[in-house]
T-cell receptor, first 112, second 116 residues
Framework: SQQGEEDPQALSIQEGENATMNCSYKTSINNLQWYRQNSGRGLVHLILIRSNEREKHSGRLRVTLDTSKKSSSLLITASRAADTASYFCAPLFSGGYNKLIFGAGTRLAVHP | DAGVIQSPRHEVTEMGQEVTLRCKPISGHDYLFWYRQTMMRGLELLIYFNNNVPIDDSGMPEDRFSAKMPNASFSTLKIQPSEPRDSAVYFC??????????????FGEGSRLTVL
């Protein structure tokens, strides 16, 4: 399979709490990307982590990558109602593939 | 840059009609992707182009679907004849040439198609 699989499928938290989403994949990657999709909108790129990186930060986002376990996690700290969206991981696989295939995503609901 | 521009944003049509969706990628981007999103199947990659050439169309569901990219600034996805099961949101995305360690996709806002 050339897609990542996100877990959990849905997550409901209160404003101010942290949200953690996980992604697993099956084969070697060049990088892994996370995207957000607000309802009715297109996907927006959040962050990219390369295969030789283990952790990356961007504002309230923290992404980790464990290539030995073929997994990644996205942590959103101090969540806000505006973070309510679906989140997708997209591994870019080795072997010359240029396409990103998206899984079902994690639907995050942040309640005020 | 205005980003990836898709038209129409919404289309309602009758079964059997031809549907044409349009996409203008970001200037300078070498790759263009067409995705389809439904509740049942999620986000599916239909086809992608590199330098206007179709590279992988294995996701195109059947012969009723066709995609073209006549130049670097324009692509179309055509469905003829359309069927109710084609109802979905169709996204276009583009990416600059940058090798395998980049690859960020820029998505348009989508074209919501309803086939009655």
């Amino acid at each position: 399979s050339q897609q990542g699989e996100e877990d959990p499928q849905a997550l409901s938290i209160q404003e101010g709490e942290n949200a953690t989403m996980n992604c697993s994949y099956k084969t070697s990657i060049n990088n892994l990307q996370w995207y957000r999709q607000n309802s009715g909108r297109g996907l927006v790129h959040l962050i990219l982590i390369r295969s030789n990186e283990r952790e990356k930060h961007s504002g309230r986002l923290r992404v980790t990558l464990d290539t030995s376990k073929k997994s990644s996690s996205l942590l959103i700290t101090a969540s806000r109602a505006a973070d309510t969206a679906s989140y997708f991981c997209a591994p870019l696989f080795s072997g010359g593939y240029n396409k990103l295939i998206f899984g079902a995503g994690t639907r995050l609901a942040v309640h005020p | 840059d205005a980003g990836v521009i898709q038209s129409p944003r919404h289309e309602v049509t009758e079964m059997g009609q031809e549907v044409t969706l349009r996409c203008k990628p970001i200037s300078g981007h070498d790759y263009l992707f067409w995705y389809r999103q439904t509740m049942m199947r999620g986000l599916e990659l239909l086809i992608y182009f590199n330098n206007n050439v179709p590279i992988d169309d294995s996701g195109m569901p059947e012969d009723r679907f066709s995609a073209k990219m006549p130049n670097a600034s324009f692509s179309t996805l055509k469905i003829q004849p359309s069927e109710p099961r084609d109802s979905a949101v169709y996204f276009c995305a583009s990416r600059e040439r940058g090798g395998l360690n980049t690859g960020e996709l820029f998505f348009g806002e989508g074209s919501r198609l309803t086939v009655l």
